[in-house]
């Protein structure tokens, strides 16, 4: 049992990547996810583990930053919100290419464009379809507690060594802002240089003589080469798939009608399941942890178990409603619903919208 | 027990303070909690709100259209979140720069000066934990020994003398909360 806290989600994030041993942490302010720079810079983990916190000069250089540190071998993470996780689109793309593992924190506040500070989840599609160019993607995962923000910084790393790819932590305003109870894991060291070299045979970390020099690159100009790289990519997305799917059911086992909702929404949502009850419709939810890969699979099965309808919540006009749609590939309804600008729906007009769209009289 | 909590003031009163001595109050007594802030430009002198529950359960949704209990500290939070209280529920408020008092017949209305004891005390600081000690008066769902505990956890250490001060606030507010129907 590690120590219980009351914290904030971004204070937890940054604190449990001080207790798994990460390297480096690059970033550059922005609301609502400010509070990770400051929390780290604040505890000054060079002196706890040796731990480099550095504010960049901006996004960009913060996302090359955590290219050059991974591509060592390294455990790095970097955070930002909306419009600053837009700069850090070409650096992700070079990652993807590269395979290089790192962990980016997306604390998601309304958009477009500058947008709002305040929290939405309208950028489901630039983190789960690919932000940048070419045919990659990142393992998204979508805490839903502060928990959550803590536990999935050391799994996020397990899956980016696994797998030697970028994985999102896709939050956003609410549960950055929001403070709740917190176990907090025992502090583990940071791998040595002999670790490192030991266990990523592909690490940049010094060429000796003798030894044959290792290139970590995005660019390939030969054709059939890349052709073939790519064709490993998909490999590799496919295992993913296979192997990684995560994701809640509540109050499923006798549902006729399900929400689907992620992350703050899913909380939400979890309050208008039991309102529902309490009014005796068969409601449930069913939370996606992970957003890529989806568990497109988990709600074939309830439509085999009998769900006639699905209500996806986000707080944005719908765009985890055409993941829920291919699933249901027109077996069952499925409608989106969902409050935008920076307003949070609440539980009882997500019931009312279930009620309505999905129900009907 | 779940309790749902409304805590709205101006910006610099000390609501987000006083819920989150709250929230940790709670988890010293096992509770779990959650304490969800509007923030932005709000926290920069307008208006502040923090929803703050405490409950034996695992708290679902932090984000609420409907409360147990309003703590209300201005007018603009008066206007917007009289209407929230769930009927039988709690509204109690700072007659302080209230114009038009609240008027409904459904729940239990309290009222705590809480300004003016801060300033009997010498101490306009202390005047959160005036409220959170009016508060607790009505709805007793945290031993003050635990509210103690809260503050050890959520003041810096070099905030620790102030500790008695707080408590002393604590009483202050439970000695002078008055029921207005």
């Known amino acids: 049992m590690g120590e219980l806290k009351l914290m904030k989600g971004n204070e937890a994030l940054a604190e449990a990547a001080i207790r798994c041993g990460a390297d480096a942490y690059f970033g550059y302010p922005i609301t609502p996810q400010s509070e990770v720079i400051e929390y780290l810079s604040e505890q000054n983990p060079y002196e706890r583990t040796g731990m480099v916190v550095l504010q960049a000069e901006s996004e960009l250089a913060a996302i090359n930053m955590v290219y050059a540190a991974g591509a060592a071998g390294k455990r790095v993470m970097t955070s930002s919100s909306s419009p600053g996780v837009c700069l850090k689109q070409e650096g992700l793309a070079y990652i993807a290419g590269a395979e290089v593992p790192c962990v980016f924190a997306d604390v998601v506040r309304g958009g477009p464009g500058l947008g709002t500070i305040q929290p939405s989840q309208a950028d489901y599609f630039q983190n789960t379809k690919g932000g940048g160019n070419g045919d990659y993607r990142n393992i998204v995962l979508a805490p839903a507690s502060v928990q959550e923000m803590a536990d999935f910084v050391p799994l996020g790393f397990e899956l980016a060594f696994k797998y030697r790819m970028a994985v999102c932590i896709l939050s956003d305003g609410a549960i950055g802002q929001m403070m709740e109870k917190v176990v907090l894991p025992e502090q583990k060291a940071r791998l040595t240089e002999e670790e490192i070299k030991a266990k990523y045979p592909w690490a940049l970390t010094g060429r000796k003589r003798g030894t044959q020099h290792r290139v970590i690159t995005s660019l390939d100009l030969d054709s059939a080469r890349m052709e073939e790289h790519n064709r490993h990519l998909q490999r590799k997305y496919d295992e993913v798939t296979k192997n990684e799917v995560r994701y809640e059911m509540i109050d499923c086992d006798d549902a006729e009608y399900v929400f689907v909702a992620y992350g703050s929404s899913a909380r939400i949502a979890q309050k208008s399941v039991q309102l529902g009850r309490a009014e005796g419709l068969k409601v449930g939810l069913l939370r996606p942890i992970t957003l890529w890969p989806y568990p497109t699979q988990a709600i074939r099965n309830l439509i085999d178990k009998g769900v006639k309808g699905f209500l996806s919540v986000e707080l944005s006009c719908g765009q985890m409603i055409e993941d829920v749609l291919l699933a249901c590939n027109g077996r069952a309804k499925a409608e989106h619903f969902g409050r935008v600008g920076g307003i949070i729906h609440t539980p009882e007009e997500v019931l009312e919208a279930m009620k309505k769209q999905i129900i009907g009289e | ?181």
């Open chain 2, 1 to 181: 027990m779940t309790e749902e909590i409304i805590i709205a003031g101006f910006g610099g009163q000390g609501v987000l303070s006083m819920g989150k001595i709250l929230a940790y109050s709670g988890i010293m007594q096992d509770k779990e909690v959650s304490w969800m802030p509007s923030y932005g430009p709000e926290m920069r002198g307008g208006t502040a709100n923090v929803t703050v529950i405490v409950s034996d359960e695992r708290v679902c949704s932090p984000i609420l259209n409907a409360f147990d209990t309003a703590v209300i500290l201005n007018q603009q939070s008066l206007d917007k979140f009289e209407d929230k209280v769930k009927p039988g529920g709690y509204l109690i408020y700072d007659p302080n720069g209230i114009t038009h008092k609240p008027t409904r017949k459904d729940i239990h209305i309290y009222s705590i000066e809480g300004a003016q004891l801060a300033s009997d005390m010498g101490n306009s600081k202390v005047f959160n934990m005036i409220i959170l000690g009016a508060f607790l008066k009505v709805r007793p769902i945290i031993d003050n020994k635990n509210v103690e505990e809260g503050l050890r956890h959520s003041l810096p250490e070099r905030a620790h003398k102030l500790i008695p001060l707080n408590m002393q606030a604590v009483q202050v507010g439970m000695d002078n909360i008055k029921a207005e129907n």
